[in-house]
Structures are given as C-alpha cells and as structure tokens.
C-alpha cells in the first residue's frame, strides 16, 4: 500500500487532469460526436499518452459506443484497459549478469537528472545487499565530478574518476577494472548529457561503449536512458535518436511528481517498445522507484 500511495501522489498531477477532462467531456455530451472524439483526443494527448496510444483509445470508443451505444460510452474505462493491454508483460528490473560484474550506461541530455539517478540507482542496488561502484565519466560539466563524490560519501559507495577534461572512455575503462578488481556487483557510468542532434557528441558516447566492450566483453550490459517527464513528446524524440545511436535497453523517467504529462510513459513503452525500468519522483535518495506496471495504471484511473 505504501508503493500505491507513492505513486499515486507522483501522479497525482496528471490523473487529475485527465480523470478531470474525460468526465467533463462525457457529461456535457450525451452522443458521441465529431466535436466529442476531436476533445477527447485533445484530452488525451494533453497528457502525453502519445499519437498512437490515443488513435488506439479513440478507435475503441468509437467501435464502443456504435455497438453498445450511449451504456458503451465509458471512455474512461476504455482507456484505462488500452492502456493495460500496451503495458503488459512490461519488465522493470535491472539486467544482471549471470556472473560477474554488469556494466551500466547512464545517458540523456542535459538537465535530466542522470548524476542523481545514478547515486539513487547505487543506492537501491545496496538496499538488495549488493555492491555499486560509481564512475564519473561527465568529464566537462562543472563541478560534475565533485557531485558524484559527494553523493558517493554519503551513500558510502566509491567513485572512480579522472580529471576535468580526461578522455571519458579512459575513465570508464579504469573504473572496469576497479570494479572488477573489488568484485563489485555492478558498475554505474555517468555519462555527460549531449543533445541528441548532436553527432559529434553522440558518437563520443559510441567510443566510451566501444572501450567498455573491449575491456568487459558485452559492456554496458544495460543503457539506462534518463528523461524528464515534463519535458513529454520532447522526450520521444530523444528517446528514439538515443535507442537509434546508442542501444538503449531501458528508460529512467525523472521529475514524474511535477508534471500533467505522465502518459509519457505509455507513449515510450508503446511506441518505442522500450522497457521503463524506473521512475523517480521526488529528490530523496529512496525517490526512485522500479517501474510497476499495474501500480502505475492503478494511480493513473482511479478517481
């Protein structure tokens, strides 16, 4: 119950809005017109459930409402069960090697919360009895390095890092074979945040990957994209260039508690075919939560 009500009150913002428009539209129309499917799909991208998802949701109200009528209308439930079928069989855990060390790969734009997701990240790994290492490969942002290392000693987790402006591939090779050497459990690379336009920077994010492969065969074994919810369809796109760029194999969606776009997250998972594996949704280090699919659509439709 507990799980519930976090979530519940990190999207407390979106539900409102939606619950709060579907049923206007509903009330103030006793017939499904034109005018009605053209709000409700205003509706339902307002919070980010994406193109598809709401085309999908529409298609079944509408096919509702010709055979069962006015009793069909019930575009709430409709939703609610479109929803279900998209995220089903959704899997939220981390990737773990079967022995060994498993390499994990931070990356986003700038801005998203990537450092902290990465602390937040250690931190949940110790609270299942397992060891983390840190490397900070943000080699270029300010004071970057010196975040993750507070982080690290607060959470009592090493960092491994090199001087501002090191070659970050070199810093995460090093920080291999640190962990590997202290038989650590995983590895969490914080990677500097680049726009996803930007080649050049992308393909220096491919060279850190190439580096871990070559010094840990099959390395990063996870590529955690970070995005931040409020930033919705933007975060789409992102998504896509990074999955294109980068092999991204899950998705880590921030700042969800400040935002009425949380159907972000069924626009990813849909659109995508994209695994969420974690939500954050507050700034306490316990703040970052496995993504639960039916949790998530439980506090997302109930009134």
Same mark, same amino acid.
């Given at each position: 119950m507990e799980l519930l009500r976090t979530f519940q009150a990190g999207l407390h913002k979106t539900q409102a809005k939606l619950f709060?428009?579907?049923k206007r539209i509903v009330t103030l129309s006793p017939k499904l017109t034109a005018s009605t499917l053209e709000e409700l799909e205003t509706a339902l991208l307002g919070a980010d459930l994406g193109m598809t998802m709401t085309q999908q949701i529409l298609a079944e109200v509408k096919k509702a409402y010709e055979t069962q009528g006015r009793s069909g209308n019930d575009s709430f439930e409709i939703a609610r069960r479109e929803v279900e079928k998209s995220l089903a069989g959704s899997q939220s855990s981390l990737h773990r090697q079967s022995s060994g060390l498993t390499a994990v790969s931070i990356v986003g734009v700038n801005g998203t919360g990537k450092t902290t997701t990465a602390a937040k990240l250690a931190s949940w790994i110790q609270g299942r009895g397992q060891t983390?290492?840190?490397?900070?490969?943000?080699? +270029?942002?300010?004071?970057?390095i010196e975040q993750l290392k507070l982080w690290g000693q607060k959470l009592n987790v090493p960092v491994i890092a090199g001087a501002y402006h090191a070659d970050p591939a070199a810093v995460a090779h090093d920080a291999i074979a640190a962990a590997q050497s202290r038989g650590a459990d995983y590895l969490l690379v914080d990677t500097a945040g680049r726009l996803h336009t930007k080649n050049n920077l992308m393909q220096e994010l491919q060279k850190v990957h190439r580096v871990m492969d $070559?010094?840990?065969?099959?390395?990063?074994?996870?590529?955690?994209?970070? &995005?931040?919810? #409020?930033?919705? /369809?933007?975060?789409? /796109?992102?998504?896509? $260039? +990074?999955?294109?760029?980068?092999?991204?194999?899950?998705?880590? &969606? #921030?700042? &969800?508690?400040?935002?009425?776009?949380?159907?972000?997250?069924?626009?990813i998972a849909r659109e995508l075919n994209l695994p969420i594996r974690y939500v954050g949704i507050g700034e306490k280090v316990d703040d970052l939560l496995p993504f639960e699919p039916e949790r998530f659509i439980e506090s997302l439709f109930e009134p």
């Open positions: 709060h428009e579907i983390a290492l840190l490397a900070a490969c943000d080699t +270029f942002r300010a004071a970057a $070559k010094k840990l065969s099959g390395a990063p074994h996870e590529t955690l994209l970070v &995005l931040d919810a #409020t930033t919705g /369809q933007t975060g789409l /796109q992102q998504a896509r $260039k +990074f999955t294109e760029t980068s092999g991204v194999t899950g998705i880590v &969606l #921030t700042k &969800l508690d400040g935002t009425a776009k949380g159907g972000v997250v069924i626009a």
